[in-house]
């Protein structure tokens, strides 16, 4: 088991930045890719962002290319999301998650954090 913890998420005004961070615990969690999705109201949950602790692998998707930024500190097992020139639409729940394997679809992913807030404000 992998045991996931988000934190960071907040009120922001568009144009600014937030750091979300992702704490993991439990079995083996270097051994995982990790990665944000996010869900907006009445929307179905979309992928964000991805790195694979291992492989070295990183993608995002196109609406926050240039404006996020994902990495990794294996020391602590954390994975953070820079999230910057927020704009409205990036608000949602943002939740990290994890699986052995690379994949981007968010119904392949074995744990889930439990999601934090991100506001953006005009």
């Known amino acids: 088991q992998v045991q996931l913890v988000e934190s960071g998420g907040g009120l922001v005004q568009a144009g600014g930045s937030v750091r979300l961070s992702c704490a993991a615990s439990g079995r083996t969690p270097g051994a995982y890719t990790m990665a944000w999705f996010r869900q907006a109201p009445g929307k179905e949950r979309e992928f964000v962002a991805a790195?694979?602790?291992?492989?070295?692998?990183?993608d995002y998707v196109d609406s926050v290319k240039g404006r996020f930024s994902i990495s990794g500190d294996n020391a602590k097992n954390t994975v953070y999301l820079q999230m910057n020139s927020l704009q409205t639409d990036d608000t949602a729940v943002y939740y990290c998650?994890?699986?052995?394997?690379?994949?981007?679809?968010?119904?392949?992913?074995?744990?889930w954090g439990q999601g934090t807030q991100v506001t953006v404000s005009s």
């Open positions: 790195t694979s602790w291992r492989g070295g692998n990183i």
């Open positions: 998650a994890a699986r052995v394997l690379w994949q981007l679809t968010a119904s392949e992913y074995d744990y």
